[in-house]
């Protein structure tokens, strides 16, 4: 018997001191929870930077990245490394993302010629290949939209026209995208901040930042936002590796995307994917300060309009026709 | 409705000389128009008049019309050159002058490629662009000569208008900097994969694509094009699917509570 309490004694002492094993695995967990919290964040990424990054440190370190426009130099640098590692681990590719400021002196400016479009939906396809966009589900920034000739009725419009060659008797041919509007109602309707007017008047949107709740894709007029509904998938051979920061690097589910007019091109003075690829030359685009530039002469000496002008969003994306 | 009403446009002496003025400048040009080109082809004009002619080309009220400019005062360029990609370049090759058979015919054994669909197939070669006896280089409206890589200036003899746009960027296609333009990438998945650094750019030289690059000068309207895939539709949105089914009639809501009850 006094073995007995002493064994009982021995294995009931650490109750009466507290230390049970439920206690001590809830202690346990708070005390690294708060280790995480208070200096996982910073220590974690910067070693994982260091040594090469692993799965959980970046995680930890997306957890606790702030917004965009909040972060320094070396944050964003270190923001970028681990989307870099991020796509290499979801992808196979080793992408680049750049963040390239815009041009001083600079506001982009886009004008398409309704006249000479066709409806050949060769933007579509540039766009897709050069701005990393999920291809299933399928997400495609610009809508053209095939209208009964003489009329204007937006509702009346069909994307998914599907005839042998274009363009189609009695049909006219309205490409839709983002129109960087100058007055844009999305950036106001986004609870957090997450998207913003570039000073090159570019709306963007920081991806990590984005909470989906889907607010700016209600308020936009021109359908221009597009949701990431799953996981976006994409082959190692079909990414771009030429990224920025707030355009075509890597999306995540949950989270809304749009065109950014390339940015990761247009910054560096390249002309956007869709211009390039339109075999009609139905697409122009340049500087809008600059009175020398071919966007200016458009607007100068062109039958210009835009489309829902009356809901007074502002946009920079203009139609005209010979 | 009196200002639209025919008679009253008709009353108008003013309107009236106006109209009979036109329809006759017209007509003159229309009767006279193939014969003065026939006096022109026997009796070129001299330097002077070239000179003239081409002042009066690149200042005439026409060009000036929209923003008051000249396409002197264009922004510069350079064009990607036609002549590598010419099938039969240097064209004297074949065309010599001595053997030189200027008859109207149809091509059936030169150049069978060729539709003479310019201008509703009212132009013979040698009436309009081509420049006999030299064939290696083009002729323009006054008699000046115009080489295959400057072929844009030929256009704008007749097509001052679309030229204009040309030249500062309202009509055609910027294709941006190239240091080698036999390599500018045609195809959009070229330049997205193989020459990302041969891309144009939006600042910067100018880099055109020639009017030949797009048109057919001898059939110049656009050809209908193949179309890229559609797009997907998402699950649920396909066409028909909110249709009623054969088998299974769909049920309003109406129906089941109906039902129900």
């Known amino acids: 018997m006094a073995d007995e309490k002493s064994q009982t004694s021995q294995a009931s002492a ?54 965009y426009q909040k972060m320094s130099k070396e944050e964003i640098a270190e923001a970028i490394a681990r989307i870099e590692r991020q796509a290499k681990r979801d992808y196979g590719a080793d992408i680049k993302v750049g963040n390239e ?7 982009f400016g886009y004008a398409l010629n309704v006249s000479k479009c066709k409806g050949v939906r060769k933007c579509v396809e540039a766009c897709m290949a050069e701005n990393n966009q999920s291809r299933d589900p399928q997400i495609q920034y610009i809508r053209v939209l095939e209208l009964d000739q003489g009329g204007m009725e937006l509702g009346l419009s069909n994307h998914y026209f599907d005839s042998e060659t274009v363009p189609a008797k009695g049909k006219w041919y309205l490409p839709v995208q983002c129109h960087q509007c100058e007055n844009p109602p999305c950036t106001n309707a986004c609870p957090v901040g997450a998207t913003w007017k570039e000073p090159d008047g570019v709306i963007v949107v920081d991806y990590n930042w984005c909470i989906g709740c889907r ?12 949701f990431n509904w799953a996981d976006p998938k994409l082959s190692a051979e079909e990414i771009n590796t030429d990224t920025h920061y707030l355009s075509n690097r890597p999306r995540y589910r949950g989270v809304v995307e749009k065109c950014t007019y390339c940015l990761q091109r247009t910054r560096k003075g390249r002309l956007p994917a869709c211009l390039e690829a339109c075999p009609t030359g139905a697409r122009v685009f340049g500087n809008l300060l600059d009175p020398n530039s071919d966007i200016r002469y458009v607007l100068e000496n062109k039958t210009v309009f835009r489309l829902k002008s009356d809901l007074g969003t502002d946009p920079k994306f203009w139609y005209f026709s010979d | 409705m009196k200002l639209i009403s025919g008679k009253t446009r008709n009353n108008n002496p003013v309107r009236l000389a106006v109209l009979l003025a036109l329809v006759g400048t017209a007509s003159v040009g229309w009767f006279f128009g193939p014969l003065l080109s026939e006096a022109l082809a026997k ?14 080309r690149n200042n ?11 396409i002197e005062e264009a922004p510069g360029f350079k064009v990607k050159p036609r002549q590598p990609s010419m099938e039969f370049y240097p064209c004297d090759d074949c065309h010599d002058q001595d053997s030189m058979d200027k008859r109207v015919r149809i091509l059936e054994e030169e150049h069978p490629k060729i539709k003479f669909e310019h201008g509703g197939g009212r132009f013979w070669c040698y009436d309009a662009c081509h420049n006999p006896p030299d064939m290696n280089v083009l002729q323009g409206k006054w008699g000046d000569t115009i080489g295959f890589n400057e072929s844009y200036k030929l256009c704008g003899d007749c097509h001052f208008e679309r030229q204009k746009d040309w030249y500062f960027g309202g009509h055609g296609k910027r294709v941006g900097a190239f240091s080698d333009p036999k390599a500018i990438p045609l195809t959009y998945k070229e330049f997205l994969v193989k020459d990302r650094e041969k891309i144009g750019t939006w600042q910067g030289e100018r880099v055109l694509l020639n ?34 089914h054969a088998a299974q009639p769909h049920l309003q809501i109406w129906d089941r509570l109906g039902k129900k009850h």
Request: net charge positive; aromatic share 6%; proline share 10%.
């Open chain 1, 14 to 67: 650490p109750v009466k001191s507290g230390f049970s094993r439920r206690k001590l695995l809830r202690r346990g967990s708070l005390a690294g929870l708060a280790a995480m919290i208070f200096g996982g964040g910073s220590v974690v990424a910067k070693q994982a930077t260091e040594e090469g990054g692993s799965s959980f440190s970046d995680t930890v370190g997306t957890l606790f990245q702030d917004h």
């Open chain 1, 101 to 107: 400021p815009p041009i001083p002196g600079v506001v």
């Open chain 2, 43 to 56: 009796n070129p004009p001299g330097q002077e008049e070239v000179i003239k002619g081409l002042k009066a």
């Open chain 2, 60 to 70: 005439s009220v026409r060009g000036r019309i929209n923003s008051g400019k000249t």
């Open chain 1, 215 to 226: 607010f700016c894709m209600a308020a936009c007029p021109y359908w221009a936002r597009r």
């Open chain 2, 211 to 244: 009017c030949t690059a797009c048109h057919d000068p001898h059939s110049p309207s656009i050809k209908p094009y193949k179309l890229s895939p559609v797009p997907l539709v998402r699950s649920g949105l396909e066409k028909g699917s909110h249709e009623p």
